[in-house]
């Protein structure tokens, strides 16, 4: 038989994009297999949003070259977000990898294994269903993005946004269901622009009640936000859909009005304030993370101490803080001098994360002595681990199953998780 291996960096639609491929690859009869050394063919699905992620697949791929050198039957496919429409200088540098391609282009990886896509019948991707291991599952129902926010690479990469049907996103959704997924997580680049550009007008709220009578189905999570894409229409079906979780990802970048115009933003920080104060009317105990960028292009410290200021101010349950590094090719790269120096970068990246900290570890104290209903999705070191509604990591004693959700006391927090005992007898 032949076998496959995939490896993944970057972001949860990478990870859907994988599952997507592998599931793809078992109906051709293909198995998967851990080791790289055992497989005939090795997909590096990558990312190219930061400088780290690029490293670590030029490692990869280090290591791929040898296994080539001892084996040249082996085909290597590098796709994800480093190749780019014209990638002639990835090809001269890996001369070795057997196919290039771009996100989501699954049938350029078939090809290079001699199967003609177009023998397979214009339904095998829409009818594929991404193989999952456990009770939650990514599904992409937005691709692409057409903010052009001047530090990312991901439009180019990616392409412009294109919503999938709603028929087509409910068969896969069903389909992960009957294999035991109990929680799916919506996936765009902004994932409120969903349906803009379907032929029958539709937005995120729409697909979400279509979602909801899924029998199975337990949980309904979305991600990332867009201040601007995020409707009082779309906040409303969140809070009144009893499926859907009251948690949002909404990236603010950076804390100062200055720094969201040189990166092409598209809002205000009033602007962004007021989203938050929607949805925070709407669901008094939501959880909302957000992303930072510390160091961009002109960041001085009177703009980097307005993040902080926000940050103390929105109280966000988590906090993804980045150091910029310029991306090739990006409007930011090619028009703007990266002139923070690393080491202010560093050090204002270590300030994020000190503060946020203390706001995380004090939003969790909060917690102790309540009880959350947690999805189980595995055990470890003895102790059962899942997500509540609102995204807290909860690990836990007690009778449980994966798959399963069951309500935990919680004892003892952290700023990263919480800890607790199941409420024997009380599964939900």
């Known amino acids: 038989m032949l076998r496959y291996h995939i490896w993944t960096v970057g972001c949860q639609m990478n990870r859907a994009d994988s599952a997507k491929l592998a599931g793809g690859l078992s109906r051709l009869g293909w198995e998967e297999t851990e080791r790289p050394g055992d497989a005939d063919l090795v997909v590096l699905n990558t990312c190219a949003v930061r400088a780290g992620a690029e490293e670590r697949t030029f490692g990869k791929l280090g290591v791929l070259r040898r296994l080539k050198q001892q084996r040249p039957e082996l085909r290597i496919a590098l796709m994800g977000c480093m190749v780019g429409r014209r ?19 699954f049938d350029d990886v078939l090809a290079a294994l001699g199967v003609d896509p177009a023998d397979l019948g214009g339904e095998f991707w829409p009818e594929t269903v991404g193989r999952q291991e456990g009770p939650t599952a990514f599904v992409p129902v937005v691709e ?8 990312c690479i991901v439009p180019y990469r990616r392409g412009r946004e294109r919503s999938r049907p709603v028929e087509e996103i409910l068969h896969e959704v069903a389909g992960h269901v009957r294999f035991g997924v109990r929680e799916v997580t919506l996936l765009g680049q902004t994932v409120e622009a969903y349906g803009h550009d379907l032929p029958v007008r539709a937005d995120l709220g729409d697909l979400m009640r279509a979602l909801h009578d899924i029998p199975g189905l337990d949980r309904v999570r979305f991600l990332t936000s867009y201040p601007r894409d995020m409707t009082p229409r779309i906040i409303e079906a ?35 304030r007021q989203r938050l104060d929607q949805v925070r009317r709407a669901m008094p105990e939501v959880g909302i993370t957000t992303d930072v960028i510390v160091g961009f292009c002109g960041e001085t410290d009177e703009e980097f101490r307005g993040t902080l200021r926000l940050l103390e101010e929105a109280r966000f349950d988590k906090v993804h803080v980045a150091a910029y590094s310029p991306r090739p090719g990006t409007i930011a790269a090619r028009k703007m001098e990266d002139d923070v120096l690393d080491a202010v970068k560093h050090e204002r990246l270590l300030r994020v994360e000190a503060l946020q900290e203390r ?28 997500r509540t ?28 998780s919480l800890r607790g005992a199941a409420m024997v007898g009380a599964a939900v």
């Open 87 to 105: 990638h002639d200088d990835l090809v001269r540098r890996f001369p070795f990898v057997d196919v290039f391609a771009q996100p989501q282009h």
């Open 144 to 151: 692409g993005c057409d903010k052009f926010c001047t530090y």
């Open 238 to 272: 969140v809070a009144e859909l009893p499926k859907v979780c009251e948690c949002f990802s909404l990236p603010v970048q950076a804390g100062d009005d200055r720094v969201l115009e040189r990166m092409r933003r598209g809002y205000t920080l009033a602007e962004f």
């Open 359 to 386: 706001i995380a570890a004090e939003i969790n104290a909060a917690l102790r002595g309540q009880v959350r209903d947690v999805l189980v999705e595995g055990s470890k070191d003895g102790r059962w681990f899942g």
């Open 389 to 416: 509604r609102t995204g807290k990591l909860v690990h836990f004693t007690g009778p449980a199953r994966v798959g399963e959700t069951v309500p935990v006391r919680i004892d003892e927090t952290t700023a990263w």
